[in-house]
């Protein structure tokens, strides 16, 4: 026999083989061969043909205007010599998601959102290292493209997003930098852009608020997702990042509530639990009602129930509401480079899913905070941060809640 025939037959053979082998694996519980076509993940991709590219084409245009033709041999006209906009990913000057840098900062108001970040670490009472957060969060940013398959969305097209740099901060004296942050923010919020602030430890969480809160009549309640509740007066005899949402709900219009002999706040606190809550913060929680949900809570529940009860409680007295995110409320294991990581938290799906629910009825502003690059693995707590920034925008956009906090900037600004 030759080796030619031979090979033949073990074909030939191996075909019988895969057909009896395939009758067998037929599913006879399939509901319906066409059901494939009814998932999300179908739908998600006919979907994209609707989106439209006009924003993409304008800034490849632009890139190729910018970055000069291409080489001769680079088939694609497209490619220009110098890297210009989104690509290739690893290239360029990175802005977060590579919006456009606005070093003039009265011109933030042209965009829909502004993102700033703020480098800050003097609040820190164990692991520093956030002064790094923006620069983290900037560079893994450099990894996404705008566009979101199962939401159909492309943000670079329903919206307009530019980075605004960094607030700068004095790293020794926390009230300068809390003077410079609320300056900064109130400036970026009375322009009636959307202010995305990249902390930064938590101690920013007072004047982030102060600043849109200086800018506004109107009342803002708080979404808070953390380990930790962040609400004693003084740690460590300063207004340290264990003390934002004792001062902000200091604020007369975060704080609009009277209810019986409290003041009742409308901050609402996700996530909070586990060895690290100082017990000088939790009189505090009781006094002011701070409507508290543990991860127990979040288990018994479940993520739609809270984020729904949250949004009520945040909504209700109030004209906008403001998320403050610190990554410490995702499970450590995914969040290494944090200041204080505490096991049990939330999974990272979890924290996109309540992201995503908080997010769609609007946001007066968002801020990420207690990402820390220095004790961070391949960039994994900044990818986490990054995510949770643009599932919002993603979830703003989707529901047609983008700008709407707009209309609550009744005050001129004033600088601190
Ligand atoms: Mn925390």
Redesign the pocket.
């Known amino acids: 026999m030759t080796t030619a025939l031979a090979a033949r037959r073990l074909v030939a053979a191996a075909t019988k083989r895969q057909a009896r082998l395939a009758l067998q694996h037929v599913r006879s519980h399939h509901p319906d061969p066409m059901s494939p076509k009814m998932t999300k993940g179908w739908k998600a991709a006919l979907k994209e043909a609707d989106i439209p590219t006009t924003m993409a084409d304008k800034e490849t245009a632009h890139a190729l205007e910018m970055g000069l033709p291409g080489a001769s041999s680079i088939e694609d006209k497209t490619i220009p010599t110098f890297s210009r906009g989104e690509l290739p990913h690893f290239a360029g000057i990175n802005t977060f998601l590579k919006a456009p840098y606005v070093e003039d900062a009265r011109n933030v108001g042209d965009y829909d959102a502004t993102v700033v970040g703020v480098p800050f670490d003097g609040g820190c009472t164990y692991r520093a290292g956030t002064r790094f957060g923006p620069q983290g969060i900037r560079r893994i940013s450099a990894l996404y493209t705008p566009y979101n398959y199962e939401k159909g969305i492309d943000l670079r097209e329903s919206m307009t997003l530019c980075d605004a740099g960094d607030i700068f901060t004095i790293p020794a004296n926390l009230e300068k930098s809390f003077d410079q942050i609320s300056n900064g923010i109130a400036h970026i919020a009375s322009t009636g852009t959307m202010p995305i602030i990249l902390g930064g430890d938590?101690s920013i969480g007072f004047p982030t608020v102060r600043g849109i809160a200086s800018v506004t009549t109107k009342n803002i309640g708080i979404i808070h997702v953390?380990?930790?509740a962040?609400i004693q007066e003084k740690d460590l005899d300063e207004r340290m990042?264990t003390t934002p949402y004792f001062h902000a709900t200091n604020l007369p219009n975060v704080n609009p509530k009277e209810s019986g002999l409290f003041l009742q706040a409308n901050l609402v606190q996700i996530g909070i639990g586990g060895w690290q809550v100082p017990r000088p913060a939790v009189p505090i929680m009781v006094e002011r009602e701070t409507n508290i949900f543990t991860m127990d809570d979040i288990e018994h529940l479940g993520i739609e129930k809270v984020a729904e009860m949250a949004l009520e409680l945040a909504w209700d007295g109030c004209d906008a509401v403001y998320m403050s995110y610190?990554i410490?409320?995702i499970e450590a294991a995914f969040v290494p480079g944090t200041?204080?990581p505490e096991p049990g938290g939330l999974l990272p799906r979890e924290a996109l899913k309540l992201v995503g629910l908080v997010a769609k009825e609007g946001l007066c502003g968002m801020e990420v905070v207690?990402v820390s690059p220095p004790y961070d693995h391949a960039d994994i707590t900044s990818l986490m941060a990054l995510r949770i920034v643009v599932d919002a925008l993603g979830a703003m956009v989707s529901h047609g809640t983008m700008g709407n906090h707009k209309s609550i900037i009744d005050k001129e600004f004033t600088p601190f």
């Open positions: 938590h953390d380990r930790h962040d990042h610190d410490d409320s200041g204080w207690e």
